[in-house]
RNA sequence: GCGCCUGUAGCUCAGUCGGAUAGAGCAACUGCCUUCUAAGCAGUAGGUCGAGCGUUCGAGUCGCCCCAGGCGUGCCA
């Protein structure tokens, strides 16, 4: 588990650190400098890495920046690092270069680890649930539950590489108020075909696929149930089409490539008497009063803004009652470290009144993490598409993956951080052309795996890495190469610290534009002997980073394009 | 009204803890395939980082205040 760029980064302030300690105990700078920060340099004329520490220090010091990067370079010795060469610049940065042991050792350590190269242990094997998508089974998943999909399974993945041990869950809410109107808007659909002239609820759900669930009913069990009690009817029509949603909808996440560990089913909670066991606990401990005939939560003495209800007036349970308890289960039944909630933007307000719930019952509520995604903005021919499950405009994700290849789906959806809106033009995404850039990163994969296979089947095959000399790649095409492979495990670990498994996307275009522009400079095939096995194992190793990169999100690395 | 998110090139968006000349893709324009995949590369052009004030050696980044857009502010989920 190497990261090379926090390796290179703590040698090099802890060469300045121990320059700077030598030059205070001779007497020539004073004590009390902050430890020196190190960046990337933006550059490469600059370095590799630099520091800005002369110039922060400059004031606690009393001299200026670059007087004091004149006494550090002084101080410092190189011979064995990771870097060949100490400047200042300009107003006093510091800037490094790194040497040729770093990029070999970089070299060694990325086929050493091989598939588990990028792994880092921010996580340190504890335990997190990502919830995510959890859709209502009324009706079928949309655009937005397109990027959820993505959003929490690729983060879930990233969280999996940062040493987390990662379970992915989807709550489905098969019983309540939605599941209700389901079978009202499902009888009503019923006794219009059969002929009997019933007005359709004003509330209900206006998609093709309440009609189509009814057809479905129809030729196989006729429409016996026109006469059967109201009850009766609407419950034997959710039997019915309840099963069949929730199929549907993992066979579209399955489809997408989207397998979870668990559907967790609202009705288990109540089986269990585990929600009202969670109101009763909630009530014992003084956080509940009634008002009006309901039941309240009293949320503002945790620092909300107002209470809300546990339990309505007329008897049924809000739900966020259930939820409550649902979140109680995730930690104290099945204890895990932590959980994560993938929220649509539109459920923030959710989330301070579940923090104080979880305090409430005496859970530490930092162990419940929300990542709220903006809400996806659909356009078509210029104009923004308003959509609407209840009215049935919605675009559908299984209408999405019939137009769309899986691969340009997850990256599209993952292009974003997740608190940016995210514009989905749906002309655009039809197109399978080079605009969507995980062509280009693709392309990279394949063009590598097809030079490989060029040059094997003329005998050259990449070597051990231990065998390769570093110093013979020296053009500055192959040095950022080498460096933007360094780059993918801090990716990582930013992914994993932010929640914002964008970054990889971004990453993996990078790597790719990096590759391509080495390809343009340097022959492979034809270079001497040394360089040429350098060049190779220089893109074997960009071939297999990609894969890996790709693999996290849940993107194809094709051979032939 | 209050709360959260957003505002950076024609479009879609990056920009790490405040750092050097603000970047990428697409679109536009100009070049590059008898030689490892041109779904590629090189180059040109394109900017009042929404406006203003402040903090400091230094602000796209931090603070305040406006402006604009999205979402929320249910005994709906």
Known sequence: MSNFVAAAKEQLAALIT??????????????????????????????????????????ALGKSPRDIAALLIDRVELTGTFFSELTMAGP?????RLSDLWFYELLNAIEDEGDGYGSVDVGQGRSVMVEFVSANPTGPMTIGNARGGVLGDTLAEVLHRAGYKVWREFYCNDTGNQVDLLGRSLEAR?????????????????????????????????????HASEEQRRQTLIDFALPKNIEKMRADLARYRIR?????????????????????????AGHTYEQDGAVWFKATAFGAEKDDVLRKSNGFLTYYAVDIAYHRDKFEKRGFDMVID???????????????????????????????????????????????????????????????????????FNARAHDSHLEFDMDLAVRQDSENPVYYVQYAHARISS?????????HAPPPAAEIDVSLLTDESERALLRALAAYPEEIRLSAVNFDPSRINRYCVELAGHFHR???AQRIRGAESGVLEARLKLALTTCDVLKN??????IDAPEKM
Request: net charge negative; proline share 3%.
């Open 451 to 459: 030079l490989l296979n060029t040059l094997a089947d003329e005998g």
């Open 342 to 412: 993938v929220l649509g933007a539109d459920h923030h307000g959710h989330t301070l009144r579940f923090a104080s719930s979880m305090a409430a019952l005496g859970i530490d509520p930092t162990r419940l993490r929300f990542v709220l995604m903006q809400l996806v903005r659909l356009t078509r021919e210029g104009e923004v598409v308003r959509v609407s499950k209840r009215t049935g405009k919605a675009i559908t994700l299984s209408d999405l993956l019939d137009e769309i290849p899986v691969d340009a789906a997850r990256f599209f």
């Open 518 to 520: 080495f390809y343009h």
């Open 92 to 96: 006093g940065f510091l800037n490094a």
């Open 190 to 226: 019923y006794l219009q075909k059969c002929g009997v002239e019933v007005p359709f609820p004003e509330d209900g759900y206006h998609g093709d696929d309440i009609a189509a669930r009814a057809d479905e009913f129809i030729a196989e069990q006729g429409d016996a149930l026109v």
């Open 549 to 554: 990169a790709l693999g996290v999100l849940g």
């Open 260 to 284: 979870y560990d668990r559907f967790f089913y609202e009705t288990e909670l109540h089986k269990s008497g585990y929600v009202d066991e969670t109101l009763d606990k909630l009530t014992a």
């Open 18 to 59: 121990s320059a700077y300690e030598s030059a205070v105990a001779e007497g020539l700078l004073a004590e009390g400098a902050k430890a020196p920060e190190i960046e990337a340099s933006r550059d490469p004329s600059f370095g590799d890495w630099s520091s800005g520490f002369a110039l922060a220090s400059a004031k």
